[in-house]
């Protein structure tokens, strides 16, 4: 199974087919004017994710000088699976899961094609990894049993 570095390289090859601009060194995607940020890491600290959703900057690199811009959207790609307080976070505030998705990809890492996500935002580009993990890597996504925002309709352990 390719590592995650892979997957965003091929992944940003192809939304620059579709016409959405990408950056080689940096993980983000911009279409709309928006931007859609991917963060990937093995594990966070609650408080530390809070920190970074809340501050909603990522750094956009043009030509010899970087800006900071608002990120739009922010995707988790985990590489272990997040802790249940990480996804109770989420759960627990509907504005950060409306523009936060998380994606579990420690399965792939252990040999299974499974990816567990947690994706409530109306995102464009974040659909369409979905899609791209599906097709192009054949990748089932598994998302939580329930859609209504509530941790306690999500059981955690299936992430594991």
Known sequence: MPKVWEIMRKFKDFCSFRGWKTSESEDWVETDDKYHYFLWVRDVH?????????????????????HVVEASY??????ETPSEALVKTVFENPE????????????LFDGKNLCIKINFTDSPVFQEFESFLKSE????LKPPPSSDHSIENYAVSELA
């Open 46 to 66: 609650p408080s530390s994710f809070k920190s970074i959703v809340s501050n909603r900057k990522c750094v956009v690199k043009e030509g010899l000088s970087y």
């Open 74 to 79: 922010t995707a988790w790609l985990f590489s």
């Open 96 to 107: 950060l899961s409306h523009r936060t998705a998380l994606y579990d990809l420690s399965p």
């Open 137 to 140: 890597l054949k990748v089932k």
